[in-house]
């Protein structure tokens, strides 16, 4: 992956490696200036209950604008953000939008759903963010019920205690609190054990293996009866066929966010779909 080759003191150079080299050289000399030249956008993915087909909340995602009207997505600049410690004036001006954009809809008497932000496990590294983040959500009583935060399994495994003490902050607000990627990495049952989620999300590599893999089936299936024990709801990310959300409206998923339904869109776009609801 070009990301983590850039940051090696060399790159062996090919033919078809050097647009994207090129374009990883573009993001890394302009980074530094995205957010103060607005090109950073909240595009918003909409999560859907598939019995009703109604949507039930959505997840905020950043994504890079360029000049050109080029999309840069996440996964190219947030590991230089999470390097170079700027991750957390991002998610600041992420979790900000988001609570303009709610706070608009309520005046204005719309309908509105609960939206998450993801946090990084390096924004706890930063003394003064975090706090900022949830001081403006206390300040404003009427976004609560609206305001959400989604943390990594493999960024729990690693809390500091300022992470611990903003989490602790958060529930006690009743701000939502879910644990993103669920499976992908450790899936330590551990963490489920010592936190309280209002919602886990089931990492859609296990969506992706349906078909190929016999047991993916399976494991879906266990993973959100245990949810269920729990009293905790699930979100199945990534899917994108009829198929894959029979299956999971069968095995009792009560939440869904994939391309099926909606891709991430542009704030506009998504206002339009709230106001048919
Ligand atoms: P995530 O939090 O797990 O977000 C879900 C990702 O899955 C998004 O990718 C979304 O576009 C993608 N996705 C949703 N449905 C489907 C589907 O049906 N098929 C496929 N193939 N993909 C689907 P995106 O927007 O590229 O974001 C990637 C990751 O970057 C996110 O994963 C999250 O970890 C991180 N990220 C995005 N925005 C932010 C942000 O504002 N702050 C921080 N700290 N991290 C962010
Ligand atoms: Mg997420
Ligand atoms: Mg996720
Ligand atoms: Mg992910």
């Not at 090109?39 to 598939?50: H, R, T």
């Not at 003064?128 to 305001?147: G, Q, V």
Request: a negative charge; one cysteine or more; proline letters at 4%.
């Amino acid at each position: 992956n070009l990301t983590n080759e850039y940051m090696q003191p060399y790159i062996v150079f090919n033919n078809d490696m050097s647009d994207l080299y090129i374009k990883q050289c573009m993001i890394h000399s302009n980074l530094p200036y995205a957010l103060e030249r607005n090109e950073l956008q909240v595009f918003y993915q909409p999560i859907y209950d598939p019995y009703t087909e109604k949507i039930v909340e959505a997840e905020a995602l950043i994504r890079w604008i360029m000049p050109n009207g080029d999309v840069i997505s996440p996964g190219l600049f947030l590991p230089t953000l999470e390097k170079n410690g700027h991750i957390a004036k991002v998610d600041y001006f992420v979790s900000h939008t988001v609570n303009k954009f709610i706070e608009d809809r309520l005046n204005s008497g719309r309908h509105v759903v609960p939206v998450t932000v993801n946090l990084s496990r390096m924004d706890f590294y930063d003394a003064k963010t975090p706090s900022a983040i949830i001081d403006e959500i206390i300040a404003k009583s009427s976004l609560r019920p609206y305001r959400m935060f989604e943390i990594t399994e493999s960024a729990y495994m690693s809390l500091n205690d300022r992470a611990e003490e903003m989490i602790g902050r958060m529930r006690s607000l009743g701000v939502g609190l879910l644990l993103d990627d669920f499976g992908s990495g450790f899936s330590s049952y551990g963490t489920i054990a010592n936190y309280d989620f209002d919602i886990i999300k089931l990492d859609m590599q296990f969506i992706r293996m349906l078909g190929k893999n016999k047991k993916s089936g399976k494991i879906i299936r266990s993973i959100i009866s245990m949810a269920h024990e729990l009293g905790v709801k699930i979100v199945a990310e990534g899917a994108e066929t009829r198929e894959q959300v029979e299956f999971l409206k069968e095995c009792g998923s009560d939440y869904i966010q994939g391309y099926y339904f909606s891709r991430p869109i542009p704030q506009s776009e998504f206002e339009k779909l709230l106001d048919e609801c």
